[in-house]
């Protein structure tokens, strides 16, 4: 049975008081490519964000840095459009809303979900989910975003992975019910997220972000120098400090260039 849209707007309508997605606005998709691809083109074609995507499942699932999210029935694959007014410096800031945004709320239904940097909900030690952005760029300015999300509920992970519905014991009652309330959440988040950042601030937004970060003062290799994670900057770089008998150095790494790894137990 794919998504239901009733259910879910029901769900949204439980978190979002006052907040009104129109229907025309929301897509709904049995299998599909992508849901950010289907933004983009609804874009193309002069819909007007908010603009709102959902699939049971995708052929061509897009995750960071090229590579392809399996996007099999089971786990949600949730895109949003927005209007932006941001500067291409300002960039990182999607992902560091959204990952926020999202992580809170899913901690307010007791699922202590962290980061990893840059874009990955954490969970247990294990990937509970993903973030991809992507954006329209106008003379050296943002315009529109689309930030695309995985989230594994019921569906299959890799071995670095974990879906909700593995993580909840046959003893526990469940705090989230259905995809459709999954779904209803993750949009809330994200919109919370932009909201709190519009509020707040970046500098606010990325010490909230940093605190959720859970290689906080673990130690990276890179090219072979052991350094400590101090902190993400606002360009959305990784913060690493290297100490030496009498001397320390600190350096920005852009994402995408050192990956780090699960702690999986
Ligand atoms: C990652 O690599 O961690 C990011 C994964 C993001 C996957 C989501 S699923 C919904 C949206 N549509 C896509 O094609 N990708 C994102």
Redesign the pocket.
Known sequence: MGFNYAQFTIELAKLFDGFSLSPSSVYLFDTIT????ILKELLEQGHKPPLVAI?SQ?T??????G?T?Y?PPGGL???IALDLSLSVQELPHLTLWSAWGIAQILRKYDIPVGLKWP??LILKGR?L????SETTIYQGHIQKGII???VNWSNEVPPTGISLQSFWTSDTVPPIVSLEQLGAIILTGVFQGYDYYLSQGSDRLLEVYVQLLESMGSSVVVNGVTGIITGVTLQGELKVRFDAPGSSTQIALPPGTISLGYNTY
């Open positions: 992508s849901t950010n691809v699939a995708q061509a699932g897009k995750g960071q840095w590579r999210w996007s694959y949730l895109s874009n990955d990937k989910g993903g973030i991809k695309g999300i995985g």
